[in-house]
């Protein structure tokens, strides 16, 4: 059986809650994304620009050191070696790509942190397509670097203004301008979520990394591994990994999630959410007792979202994958563990699916591991310090 089905259901996640005026839009896309799929020379051209211009295939690393202190045999799939520092640029170019395809003339794009915006910019400037991307204004001024790397890039950054200024007003803000502007304009979503078909495509554009990393780790070790380990915000590095393992069963999926300061006060959508819609797909959703989407809070900015893909939520609910919870202090310790026992240093959020594996280690101990290690972490050093000078005063 081949998810989603024909509606975008997941199981009992998906679909697209959507106004009638986004419908045709989303047919639009569908249909072009289903001619791509089948066009042999929209394969090659992708295939060109991930192995030219963001450097594929990535290694699968055997990290030594950290396996011995652990006790485990852990392999890194290498994301942060990829240009612009992280896996989306997987899923910026394959939505570009499509966007041509599709003769639009302009991307928009919603951004949290600003990874996201920045890899749409890059990728508008590669294909020469002009660039819009909605901000929340609180995240502006808490990331301004990236916006000035928007900026370089020649991208407009519109800030949004509405709700708590984060990234879910500017998804929201994003969608309503799409509605206005579908003829020339492609919306270019950054995570396995939205409205179907984006969690599918995002998915396919992704599922580069667990094909190669199939592939690499029966090269290397002659059989797969018994887990797959990696973070998980809206989930896309995560689902690109797991994707193509689907029906190995023996092989186990572990999402980490954000779980920030506490169980009040954190990013993890799965293990402390319910049931909801958001932004056009139901999945499991951080809201209080009337609904209300929940503020979220994540040291890592990546994986603060209060939503998650929807098939992330039917691999929880069918028992497929398991998701777990690390705590920002927790990712701290494995940012410096990495760092210091590999000379790699991390992404923020890899660090909590790098943290999640001492607890792997104590019942697994000798398993075979492949972690995402989604990003590096040189945007996050700022964030690091400020909270080890904290740490320091106590
Ligand atoms: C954006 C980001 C994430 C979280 O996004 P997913 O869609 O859950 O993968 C994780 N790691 C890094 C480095 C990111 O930039």
């Known amino acids: 059986m081949a998810l989603p089905n024909n509606h975008g259901y997941f199981g009992n996640f998906g ?8 419908y045709s839009c989303l047919e639009e896309l569908k249909k072009a994304y289903a001619r ?18 963001a450097a594929r295939p990535t290694r699968l ?18 994301e942060d070696l990829l240009h612009t520092g992280a896996h ?12 041509k395809y599709m003769g639009k003339k ?17 990728v508008a400037r590669l294909f020469g397509l002009s660039c ?46 799409w509605v206005t502007s579908v003829r020339d304009t492609y919306y270019l979503i950054g995570s396995t979520f939205g409205p179907h078909p984006y969690p599918m495509i995002v998915r396919d554009f992704q599922s580069v990394i667990g094909k190669e990393a199939r592939a690499q780790i029966i090269q290397k070790e002659k059989k797969l591994p018994d887990f797959l380990v990696a973070c998980v915000g809206g989930g896309s590095n995560a689902m690109g990994l797991f994707y193509n393992f689907f029906k190995d069963e023996k092989v186990k999926f572990i999402g980490v999630e954000a779980g920030g300061l506490s169980r009040n006060l954190n990013s993890a959508s799965i293990s402390y959410g319910d049931i909801g819609v958001l932004h056009g797909a139901k999945t499991y959703v951080l809201q209080d007792k009337f609904g209300q989407v929940k503020g979220t809070h994540s040291i890592a900015a990546g994986l603060d979202y209060p939503g998650v893909g929807p098939e992330h939520s039917f691999y929880n609910d069918s028992k497929r994958g398991r998701y777990v919870t690390v705590k920002d202090s927790e990712a701290l310790e494995g940012f410096k563990m990495l760092s210091e026992l590999e000379g790699i240093i991390p992404a923020l959020e890899s660090a909590h699916a790098i943290y999640y594996l001492k607890k792997l280690a104590k019942k697994n101990k000798g398993a075979l591991v492949i972690l995402c290690l989604s990003g590096r972490g040189d945007k996050d050093l700022e964030i690091v ?10």
């Open 15 to 22: 679909g697209s809650f959507i106004p009638e005026t986004l």
């Open 36 to 53: 791509a799929k089948k066009d042999k020379s929209f394969k090659t051209n992708l295939d060109y620009y991930l192995k030219e211009y």
């Open 61 to 78: 690393y055997f990290a030594k050191h950290l396996s011995a202190y652990l006790g485990l045999k852990v392999y890194l799939k290498r």
């Open 88 to 99: 989306k640029i997987n899923n910026s170019l394959g939505q570009a790509l499509l966007a």
């Open 106 to 122: 302009r991307i928009i794009a919603e951004t949290g942190a600003g990874q996201h915006g920045v890899s749409a910019a890059t």
């Open 132 to 177: 819009d991307v909605y901000m929340g204004e609180e995240d502006m001024a808490r990331q301004r670097m990236n916006v000035f790397r928007m900026k370089i890039l020649g991208a407009k950054v519109i800030p949004v203004l509405s709700g708590s200024k984060t990234l879910k007003d500017a998804c929201s803000e994003a969608i309503r301008e």
């Open 385 to 394: 310090q400020s909270y080890l000078d904290a740490e320091k005063r106590g």
